[in-house]
């Protein structure tokens, strides 16, 4: 096995004190990923959308609940993946990943004062939206945290990392609902979150792995990247794929047939995505052993724009 090595990436000099916090700001949300916290707000907007299908809603506070709601998830993820990207620095570094805090632009200690920031607001922020909207985002909260600390790491092998994406993507869904005060149960709205959260973890939290396996590697992590290696573990993701696609298409068909647009776009989705990852070798360049995470992310950003704009019309 070859010896990984630390790979010094360059680092741009601040400017100057009035540069330094927009600076920072823009740094953070880099760290956090912009495409990241758009398919969060995405899958919150999901929820409320599919749950006021058949409910109504009166009176401003309503909305007030659940814009709120929206801010303290999006503050929830920025500290999960600002948490995260502190955590995996060194592991990060070796992978050769150009995000802030790996490549040296912006320092963990930093990062962490800025996420631990962002959990305050959280938690403040999803208090005015109601008690249950609070206690779902501390729970989001909780796995995210969970899914980095050095005495957890969640992390470090795939089922358990799987099961966090599992149900970080169930509360995501319920929390816009909750906000509203609109029980989160409708049948459209049931089958969206089973099966977009299946496709979060079956799919998403399998290939993000594929272009970190030297890291992954040296810090002892047991993902099935490292363990399977990647043509098993794309056979696995290329079958778990199709098994989300097939059964949303299949669900939709029997149980909520507005949404097979949606099934439809996640289906072709599924079959792009399995041709892609059976494709990739350890070999590649580490942009062409992204593809599969990129597919995985644009699947599932048409797939919510799909069913959003349904329902807005």
């Known amino acids: 096995m070859p010896t990984a090595?630390?790979?010094t990436l360059s680092v741009d000099a601040i400017s100057g004190p009035r540069s330094a916090i927009p600076r920072t700001v823009l740094l953070c949300l880099k760290e956090t990923r912009p495409a990241v916290l758009v398919a969060f707000q995405l899958r919150y907007l999901a929820g409320v959308a599919l749950a006021l299908g058949p409910a109504t809603v009166s009176g401003a506070l309503p909305v007030i609940?659940?814009?709120?709601?929206?801010?303290?998830?999006?503050?929830?993820?920025?500290?999960t993946y600002l948490y995260n990207g502190c955590m995996d620095c060194p592991e990060d570094r070796i992978n050769g990943s150009a995000r802030p805090i790996a490549s040296g632009r912006?320092?963990?200690?930093?990062?962490?004062?800025?996420?631990?920031?962002?959990?305050?607001?959280?938690?403040?922020?999803?208090?005015?939206?109601?008690?249950?909207?609070?206690?779902?985002?501390?729970?989001m909260l909780l796995l995210g945290?969970?899914?980095?600390?050095?005495?957890?790491?969640?992390?470090?092998?795939?089922?358990?990392?799987?099961?966090?994406?599992?149900?970080?993507?169930?509360?995501?869904?319920?929390?816009?609902?909750?906000?509203?005060?609109?029980p989160p149960h409708t049948p459209a709205l049931l089958l969206t979150a089973?099966?977009?959260?299946?496709?979060?973890?079956?799919?998403?939290?399998?290939?993000?792995?594929f272009s970190d396996i030297e890291g992954d590697t040296a810090a002892g992590r047991r993902t099935w990247a490292v363990t399977l290696g990647e043509r098993r573990t794309g056979v696995l993701v290329a079958a778990g794929a199709c098994l989300v696609g097939g059964g949303f298409a299949a669900g939709a068909a029997r149980w909520t047939p507005q949404l097979l647009p949606t099934a439809g776009?996640?289906?072709?989705?599924?079959?792009?995505?399995?041709?892609?990852?059976?494709?990739?070798?350890?070999?590649?360049?580490?942009?062409?052993?992204?593809?599969?995470?990129?597919?995985?992310?644009?699947?599932?950003?048409?797939?919510?724009?799909s069913l959003i704009g349904q329902a807005a019309v």
């Open 106 to 139: 912006l320092s963990p200690r930093t990062a962490l004062a800025v996420a631990r920031a962002a959990a305050v607001a959280a938690l403040l922020l999803s208090a005015g939206a109601g008690a249950g909207t609070l206690l779902l985002c501390a729970a």
């Open 145 to 182: 945290h969970g899914y980095s600390a050095p005495r957890t790491a969640w992390k470090n092998n795939t089922p358990a990392a799987m099961a966090v994406v599992f149900c970080s993507g169930l509360l995501t869904y319920a929390a816009g609902p909750v906000a509203l005060g609109v």
């Open 65 to 79: 609940q659940a814009a709120l709601g929206s801010l303290a998830w999006s503050c929830a993820i920025v500290y």
């Open 194 to 209: 089973l099966v977009m959260s299946l496709w979060m973890a079956l799919v998403g939290a399998v290939v993000k792995d």
């Open 5 to 7: 090595t630390m790979r």
């Open 265 to 305: 776009v996640v289906l072709t989705g599924a079959l792009v995505l399995a041709v892609t990852v059976l494709t990739v070798r350890a070999a590649d360049p580490r942009e062409r052993r992204r593809r599969p995470y990129r597919v995985f992310m644009g699947t599932q950003l048409c797939a919510h724009l």
